[in-house]
C-alpha cells in the first residue's frame, strides 16, 4: 500500500531557529518528491521537488534532501521566521503504469514559530 | 496565468443538499485532480480527469462524481451532502506526462 507518514505531527520553535522535518514512504514505483507549505485554508504551494536522482535541492531557506534507498527525505528551516508558521505537506508521485501520476500525500507537520 | 482557480470559496448547505464544484486548470495543464482535506489532515484523493474521463479514483463512494470538459475545467458533485463531507476541496491541475501539480486555494464546505 502507498503510504507517506511525516514527523513530528507539529512542532513549536523559536524565531530563528532552526528544523528538520522527517517524510518516510513506500510509494510505488517512484516518480518525485515534493515538500508543500500549507497556510491554513489555503491551497498548498510546492517548496522543492527532487527525482529519483537528486539528494539535495534548496530552496532560500529551505533544503529539502532523498535518500531513495531508505525511502526518506527530510526538509530543513533554516534561520526561521514567523511567516513560515504552516503545515509542511510531503507528497510522493507514482505512476501507475498507464502513463497517468498520483500523488500521496503526508497528514503534514504544522509548524508554530514563536517570536 | 492565473494559475489554478477555484469557485466559489466558501459554501454551506444542509444534509441531504447537493453541491457542485468548480475548478479551472492552469493555462497548458490538462489533468485535473480532486482532494478532500479535513481539518487537521492531509489531502485526500478523490479522482482524477485527463480527456474528459475519470482515469483514477480515491476511496470515495459514488455520491463524488465529476466531469472534466473540453476546455480542461473540471467540476466535483457531491450528492446526498453528510455532516462528514464538511472539508476544503482542493483542485490541483498538471500536464500528464510529468505529475507537476499546482493547486487551487481550495473551495470550503460547510455542511450543517
Known amino acids: 500500500k502507498n503510504q507517506v507518514e511525516q514527523s513530528p505531527q507539529s512542532l513549536i520553535i523559536l524565531e530563528g531557529k532552526n528544523c528538520t522535518l522527517q517524510?518516510?514512504?513506500?510509494?510505488?514505483?517512484?516518480?518525485?518528491l515534493r515538500w508543500y507549505k500549507q497556510d491554513t485554508g489555503r491551497g498548498p504551494v510546492s517548496l522543492t521537488i527532487?527525482?529519483?536522482?537528486?539528494n539535495t535541492k534548496s530552496n532560500g531557506r529551505y533544503t529539502a534532501t532523498l535518500d531513495a534507498d531508505t525511502k526518506q527525505s527530510s526538509l530543513h528551516i533554516t534561520a526561521s521566521q514567523l511567516s513560515d508558521s504552516a503545515s509542511y505537506i510531503c507528497?510522493?508521485?507514482?505512476?501507475?503504469?498507464?502513463?497517468?501520476?498520483?500523488?500521496?500525500f503526508g497528514r503534514g507537520t504544522s509548524l508554530i514559530v514563536h517570536p | 496565468d492565473a494559475g489554478v482557480t477555484q469557485s466559489p470559496t466558501h459554501l454551506i448547505k444542509t444534509r441531504g443538499q447537493q453541491v457542485t464544484l468548480r475548478c479551472s486548470p492552469k493555462?497548458?495543464?490538462?489533468?485535473v485532480s480532486w482532494y478532500q482535506q479535513a481539518l487537521g489532515q492531509g489531502p485526500q484523493f478523490i479522482f482524477q480527469?485527463?480527456?474528459?474521463?475519470?482515469?483514477q479514483r480515491g476511496n470515495f463512494p459514488d455520491r463524488f462524481s465529476g466531469h472534466q470538459f473540453p476546455n480542461y475545467s473540471s467540476e466535483l458533485n457531491v450528492n446526498a451532502l453528510l455532516l462528514g463531507d464538511s472539508a476544503l476541496y482542493l483542485c490541483?491541475?498538471?500536464?500528464?506526462?510529468?505529475?507537476?501539480?499546482?493547486f487551487g486555494p481550495g473551495t470550503r464546505l460547510t455542511v450543517l
Open positions: 490541483a491541475s498538471s500536464p500528464r506526462t510529468s505529475g507537476g501539480t499546482f
Open positions: 517524510c518516510n514512504y513506500t510509494v510505488s514505483p517512484f516518480s518525485n
Open positions: 527532487m527525482t529519483f536522482s537528486e
Open positions: 507528497v510522493v508521485i507514482h505512476g501507475d503504469g498507464g502513463g497517468s501520476y498520483i500523488p500521496t
Open positions: 493555462s497548458g495543464h490538462d489533468t
Open positions: 480527469y485527463y480527456e474528459e474521463e475519470e482515469r
